[in-house]
């Protein structure tokens, strides 16, 4: 949705994501939607939620090595600063 201009829907849909995944417990893919989450976040002009979501989302990659998306928790939480 974000990619179609739609960020506000995006936001929502993300929403749902998060708390479905913070129950089903695989971190690989929490980190995932939630660093979707926190760019469509920043797309709608929310950077406190981004920076929140960003942070989450690098607590998660460093707790459980998923290096591949640290890159990207960073930048994304520089952005939201």
Do not use: W
Request: proline share 2%; hydrophobic share 45%.
């Amino acid at each position: 949705m974000r990619h179609l201009g739609r960020a506000e829907e995006a936001a929502t849909g993300h929403t749902a994501a998060v708390r479905i995944l913070e129950r089903v417990g695989e971190p690989h893919r929490r980190a995932r939607s939630l660093l979707a989450y926190a760019e469509a976040c920043l797309a709608t002009g929310d950077k406190d939620a981004a920076a929140r979501h960003f942070g989450v989302a690098l607590e998660l990659v460093t707790a459980f090595a998923l290096d591949y998306l640290a890159p990207k928790a960073r930048s994304g939480l520089n952005q939201a600063s």
